[in-house]
T-cell receptor, first 115, second 114 residues
Framework: AQKVTQAQTEISVVEKEDVTLDCVYE???????LFWYKQPPSGELVFLIR??????QNEISGRYSWNFQKSTSSFNFTITASQVVDSAVYFCALSEAFGSEKLVFGKGTKLTVNP | DTGVSQDPRHKITKRGQNVTFRCDPISEHNRLYWYRQTLGQGPEFLTYFQNEAQLEKSRLLSDRFSAERPKGSFSTLEIQRTEQGDSAMYLC????????????FGDGTRLSIL
């Protein structure tokens, strides 16, 4: 069975600090996809990134970066120079490569960025 | 390109009543998903449509729940004889054709059972 663990329930930082959100996953599939979503207080889940299991290259998008390590089954997310607008709940998710491709989510990490 | 639209945003009902939610996916998205999210948890998969065919249902989806997607466009999720435990946010998502395309979510329908 697939499982995603986000061990950090809540994180609080001061603006401009860097912060890393951890994600560890379990799957027996050799081909799978990993995702990060942001859920601001308004409630709508916003897609941030998709990564397939064959692509271990790290990715950077502005202040966001992702570190995928297959050896440790981790897909961590770092926000550099955090801003108040980054305050949200962040979810890591896993899906199988074939079939319904339904998402299996972690419980989320609530990030609060204080001014 | 309008996003996924869900209606209503909030629904308050008495236990035992039936409720129906509607989801309009992004046009040309052939895949449509329903998830349920309770406080402090991540969304949990309920069911999935590819075009008009319902191809997978979670064991979470008891026989009181039914979903349809006539003509492969909008979808409805009906809960019959609602129970306290049905109180949750019901999320709809859609994705375009292709392998593991990102799912785009609507704002959700928050269901409260009195």
């Amino acid at each position: 069975a697939q499982k995603v663990t986000q061990a950090q329930t809540e994180i609080s930082v001061v603006e401009k600090e860097d912060v890393t959100l951890d994600c560890v996953y379990e799957t027996r599939d050799t081909t799978y996809y990993l995702f990060w979503y942001k859920q601001p207080p308004s409630g709508e889940l916003v897609f941030l990134i998709r990564r397939n299991s064959f692509d271990e290259q790290n990715e950077i998008s502005g202040r966001y970066s992702w570190n995928f390590q297959k050896s440790t089954s981790s897909f961590n997310f770092t926000i550099t120079a955090s801003q108040v607008v980054d305050s949200a709940v962040y979810f890591c998710a896993l899906s199988e490569a074939f079939g319904s491709e339904k998402l299996v989510f972690g419980k989320g990490t609530k990030l609060t960025v204080n001014p | 390109d309008t996003g996924v639209s869900q209606d209503p945003r909030h629904k308050i009902t008495k236990r035992g009543q039936n409720v129906t939610f509607r989801c309009d996916p992004i046009s040309e998205h052939n895949r449509l998903y329903w998830y349920r999210q309770t406080l402090g948890q991540g969304p949990e998969f309920l069911t999935y449509f590819q075009n008009e065919a319902q191809l997978e249902k979670s064991r979470l989806l008891s026989d009181r729940f039914s979903a349809e997607r006539p003509k492969g466009s909008f979808s409805t999720l009906e809960i019959q004889r609602t129970e306290q435990g049905d109180s949750a946010m019901y999320l709809c998502a859609s994705s375009s054709p292709g392998v593991n395309q990102p799912q785009h979510f609507g704002d959700g329908t928050r269901l409260s059972i009195l």
